[in-house]
């Protein structure tokens, strides 16, 4: 079972377009995030929502928007598609607070290969 | 701000042997988690180890252990028996409780057989 699980994992999409990522955790985590990974395969954070509501939001274009229909589920929606955006977009999800070896710790997806030409 | 700092861009390891990649932080937090996570060139982010700053004890991981010195700020990644499915990008990382996750600009491992 895969505990976050993003789909589509290539996406190859001409400038312009507008374009979707999905994203799900099965594992029960009330904290979700999108991170950008750039050709020099530096991370960052993108957006984190805890609960559906959005608690962090870095300078990003406003053509990235993400929502969070449930707490398991965090999509990311890209307007008018730029060369720049090109990347791997990964979805992650963690469950602060709690007192295990598990908590606090982010676990990510596999990661979603954009490529726009 | 805080910052994470991998000075080695590349590291190499002959197989079955032991390898140490490097990672600095900047926090004026007391109370924080630090990790390692690997890249293989899959590009899956996988964990690979973590370490609450209040736990003097450093962790371990089957091979993997860190070197953790909160005074120095300061969070190594040991890696014992090399094998070659070590072979990966990996990156440190830094959390402040209830925070993104901050990272360092990785270290490619190489190992040799």
């Known amino acids: 079972d895969t505990a976050v699980s993003q789909t589509p994992k290539y996406l190859v999409t001409q400038m312009g377009n507008d374009k979707s990522i999905k994203c799900e955790q099965n594992?029960?985590?009330?904290?979700m995030y999108w991170y950008k990974q750039d050709s020099k395969k530096f991370l960052k954070i993108m957006f984190s929502?805890?609960?559906?509501?959005?608690?962090i939001n870095e300078t990003v274009p406003n053509r990235f928007s993400p929502k969070s229909p449930d707490k398991a589920h965090l999509n990311l929606h890209i307007n008018s598609l730029e060369l720049g955006d090109s990347a791997v977009y990964f979805c992650?999800?963690?469950?602060?607070?709690?007192?295990?070896?598990?908590?606090?710790?982010?676990?990510f997806g596999e990661g979603s290969w954009l490529t726009v030409v | 701000a805080q910052t994470v700092t991998q000075s080695q861009p590349e590291m190499s390891v002959q197989e079955a042997e032991t390898v140490t990649l490097s990672c600095t932080y900047d926090?004026?937090?007391?109370?924080?988690?630090l990790f390692w996570y690997k890249q293989p060139p899959s590009r899956q982010m996988i964990l690979v180890i973590r370490?609450?700053?209040?736990?003097?004890q450093n962790a371990t991981e089957n091979r993997f252990s860190v070197n953790f010195q909160k005074a120095a700020k300061s969070f190594s990644l040991k890696i014992s028996d090399s094998q070659l499915g070590d072979a990966a990008m990996y990156f440190c990382?830094?959390?402040?409780?209830?925070?993104?996750?901050?990272f360092g600009a990785g270290t490619i491992l190489r190992v040799k057989s």
């Open positions: 992650a999800s963690s469950q602060d607070g709690a007192a295990t070896p598990s908590g606090n710790t982010i676990y």
């Open positions: 594992l029960g985590h009330d904290t």
């Open positions: 929502y805890n609960n559906k509501e959005l608690i």
């Open positions: 926090t004026s937090e007391s109370d924080y988690y």
């Open positions: 370490q609450e700053a209040y736990k003097q």
């Open positions: 990382a830094y959390r402040k409780y209830g925070n993104k996750l901050v």
